[in-house]
């Protein structure tokens, strides 16, 4: 069983710049959701995607857009990067309906200068 | 007052010694109930999950919900060094957003 990966590790951005951060789901899930951990914080919900559409989302400016894949992979792109948005984000996997819970990536570290 | 509150710590304790780990919510919709555990800079590792009310075991670890009082723990037996780092509580009403608490930073001194 492969579990959920994710790239870059890091990143490197300024302020104003656009990135786009990738994920590779846990096989046989179905469903991705991304979360922002700030330092010293725990995780916030960003949102999830679900047969390719958002199913869900948190409290983020509409700059925090993604996409989902038919093989579930996902992306998260952020565009106008500001200095908050430095942070560990993470991507979680699941098989909606299994009632099974998340199981999360190992994070890429976005630092915005 | 933040949804998920959990004590951020440090605590540091000796090994062998029993863990006590917990986080209190007011949300009662509420229904699924997560431990996880992260090293640092890494991702959260699942170490329990519960659905609503009860106790569940897992070797050394032990997770109890008390949706009446909406409090929520975590205890770990026999603890080891390798036990040190951040337990993070996580909760949800539909297991997709998912809310957690800041964290709690373990270390367990040889």
């Known amino acids: 069983e492969t579990g959920v990966t994710q790239s870059p590790t890091h990143l490197i951005k300024t302020r104003g710049q656009q990135v786009t951060l990738r994920c590779s789901s846990q096989s046989g899930h179905n469903t991705v959701s991304w979360y922002q951990q700030a330092l010293g914080q725990g995780p916030q919900f960003i949102f999830q995607y679900y047969r390719e559409e958002e199913n869900g989302r948190g409290n983020f400016p509409p700059r925090f857009s993604g996409l989902q894949f038919p093989n579930y992979s996902s992306e998260l792109n952020v565009n106008a990067l500001e200095l908050d948005d430095s942070a560990l984000y993470l991507c979680?996997?699941?098989?909606?309906?299994?009632?099974?819970?998340?199981?999360f990536g190992p994070g890429t570290r976005l630092t915005v200068l | 007052q933040k949804e998920v509150e959990q004590d951020p710590g440090p605590l540091s304790v000796p090994e062998g010694a029993i863990v006590s780990l917990n986080c209190t919510y007011s949300?009662?919709?509420?229904?699924?109930f997560m431990w996880y555990r992260q090293y640092s800079r890494k991702g959260p590792e699942l170490l329990m999950y519960?659905?609503?009310?009860g106790n569940k075991e897992d070797g050394r670890f032990t997770a109890q919900v008390d949706k009446s009082s909406k409090y929520i723990s975590l205890f770990i037996r026999d603890s080891q060094p390798s036990d040190s780092a951040t337990y993070l509580c996580a909760m949800s009403y539909n297991n997709n957003d998912m809310r957690f608490g800041a964290g709690t930073r373990l270390t367990v001194k040889p």
């Open positions: 519960t659905y609503s009310s």
């Open positions: 949300n009662s919709a509420f229904q699924y």
């Open positions: 979680a996997s699941s098989l909606i309906g299994s009632g099974d819970t998340q199981y």
